[in-house]
């Protein structure tokens, strides 16, 4: 069946730019998670969204981060006034569970952005 | 805060040999998932365990929780190139019950 999947694979930006990450989860999930993972590093929690709902954004780094759901299926992170530190690939994951039971996610391929 | 620690950080090895990496942490985790990361792809999730002490097996990859629930071992035998990538271990936030706290994974390569 179909995953998860995020467009673009891959985005350069100039540093300055606006940018906006597409997440398409697997059909029925109401759950879904942004993650941001460096170089090296493990992905770590950017946002939670329940159907449409914004439950939890404690792990956007700036407010130059901001995702939304509205419909409660696609969801988008948007990135303004990029800098180099956002570079990273951006992961979006979802659950068919809600509220405390999330903890099998699904992960899409992410989106590797380079600001240069 | 709960932090989890994983070695080794690199493990280059040879086609048939067995490995074992480790999760470890200070604190105890309602549950620790593991997962595998293709290069240019999302993780996938191999296993949950939830009870201290617990063994799981997926083919010829073993899972083990601890008793005290403070860490996690997952050992292959005869790898295979397959077999490489980057291991995660996960835990669920105990402030939010839903995010993923992850650690900083092993990153396998079997070499045939």
């Known amino acids: 069946g179909a995953g998860v999947s995020q467009s673009p694979r891959y985005k350069v930006a100039k540093r300055g730019q606006d940018v906006a990450l597409r997440c398409d989860p697997i059909s029925g999930h109401v759950s879904l998670f942004w993650y941001q993972q460096a170089l090296g590093q493990g992905p770590e929690f950017l946002t939670y969204f329940q159907n449409e709902a914004q439950l939890d954004k404690s792990g956007l780094p700036s407010d130059r981060f901001f995702a939304e759901r509205p419909e409660g299926s696609v969801s988008t992170l948007k990135i303004q006034r990029t800098q180099q530190e956002d570079s990273a690939v951006y992961l979006c994951?979802?659950?068919?569970?809600?509220?405390?039971?999330?903890?099998?996610?699904?992960f899409g391929p992410g989106t590797r952005l380079t600001v240069t | 805060t709960q932090l989890l620690e994983q070695s080794p950080q690199f493990l280059s090895i040879q086609e048939g040999e067995n490995l074992t990496v480790y999760c470890n942490s200070s604190s105890v985790f309602s549950s620790l998932q593991w997962y595998r990361q293709e290069p240019g792809e999302g993780p996938v999730l191999l296993v949950t365990v939830v009870t201290g002490g617990e063994v799981k097996k997926l083919k010829r990859l073993t899972f083990q929780f601890g008793d005290a629930r403070k860490d996690s071992s997952l050992h292959i035998t005869a790898a295979q190139p397959g077999d490489t990538g980057l291991y995660l271990c996960a835990f669920p936030n105990s402030n939010s019950g839903y995010a993923l706290n992850f650690g900083k994974g092993t990153s396998l390569l079997v070499t045939p």
């Open positions: 994951a979802s659950s068919p569970r809600q509220g405390r039971a999330t903890h099998e996610q699904y």
